[in-house]
């Protein structure tokens, strides 16, 4: 049996049918030295955040479902994020349940059908990370053009254009992972991921810096036009960057090494220290699933009808 690299590839590697997702893996890890830091997730965890997640996420598409005031094209991206969240957890929960079974012994089936629906939930996870990636930027974009462009917003945002950007994002993803699984052990596949990757960041990072450089400008002219001190406006600013801190921090800190293990597999495959990294490949997983547990409170629980909407979901009152 080969050794599990994490859920992705460990219906197969049970089965001893293929080997793991990484071809480099199997030979990178045997040359790691006794001072590699191996962090051990186990599936219950796996299974745990899932389902966290998976309770969250349901309930934010719930809520905006519900309430007709919520389908505007940036609740919308919200319900969309959610969703491609929602379909992590699935995924993640799903194939654990699987591995879990198989396991027990309670699970019996053919290796060419296990192989085909590791596959399909590998193209589902894949899938859902890209669009979870395109929607936090969609979010982004949004917030710039209302903040920049507020007397056109709504003549630049429709619900129509809106919904063309969310079946286009939909498409594209489900087609780069569809490639991404069918390629994996292609080089140029791999830095494609990494370059979608570093665009994304570098793009959430400079629409949001020119946010919040706008709103601590705007603010000190309130501050000249009122005659107040200047803590006021410094406070302000200082409260905006911590917040801005905290969500690209948390961006960069949960989807950064997954995509770090990704630039490894291509820059040193058999290196030890890199092979050390390949280790924790469950780790990168779970901060993945984590994200999914924090992007409903950074960017759905905050807005008050939403939470009203689902404080009456959850009493049943319809």
């Known amino acids: 049996m080969m050794p599990a690299q994490g859920p992705q590839r460990r219906l197969l590697d049970s089965l001893n049918s293929t080997p793991t997702a990484t071809p480099y893996l199997g030979l990178a890890t045997n040359q790691t030295g006794p001072w590699c830091l191996q962090v051990s997730i186990p599936d219950g965890l796996f299974l745990s955040l899932g389902l966290v997640s998976l309770v969250e996420n349901v309930l934010v598409v719930v809520a905006i479902a519900k309430n007709h005031n919520l389908h505007s094209p940036m609740y919308c991206f919200i319900c969309c994020l959610a969703l491609s969240d929602l379909l992590v957890s699935v995924s993640i929960v799903l194939e654990t349940t699987v591995i879990l079974l198989l396991e027990a012994g309670a699970l019996a089936t053919q290796a060419a059908v296990m192989q085909q629906l590791d596959n399909v939930i590998d193209v589902l996870i894949c899938g859902s990370m890209v669009s979870s990636l395109c929607f936090l930027v969609a979010i982004a974009v949004d917030r710039y053009i209302s903040i920049f462009y507020a007397l056109r917003y709504h003549s630049i945002v429709t619900l129509s254009r809106a919904r063309w950007a969310i079946m286009a994002i939909w498409v594209a993803s489900i087609l780069s992972s569809t490639l991404f699984i069918a390629y994996y052990n292609h080089t140029a596949v791999l830095l494609c991921l990494v370059t979608f990757f570093l665009a994304m960041l570098a793009l959430m990072a400079v629409l949001y810096v020119h946010m919040l450089t706008r709103a601590c400008h705007h603010a000190q002219g309130i501050t000249r036009l009122h005659k107040k001190q200047r803590p006021t406006h410094q406070g302000f600013c200082l409260k905006g960057a911590a917040t801005l801190t905290i969500l690209l921090g948390i961006f960069f800190l949960c989807w950064g090494p997954f995509f770090l293990h990704l630039t490894l597999i291509v820059l040193c495959p058999q290196h030890p220290t890199c092979s050390c990294v390949f280790k924790n490949l469950n780790l990168f997983l779970a901060l993945i699933i984590f994200n999914?547990?924090?992007?409903?409170?950074?960017?759905?629980?905050?807005?008050?009808?939403?939470?009203?909407?689902?404080?009456?979901v959850l009493l049943c009152s319809w």
């Open 292 to 312: 999914s547990i924090v992007d409903p409170l950074i960017y759905a629980f905050r807005s008050q009808e939403l939470r009203m909407t689902l404080k009456e």
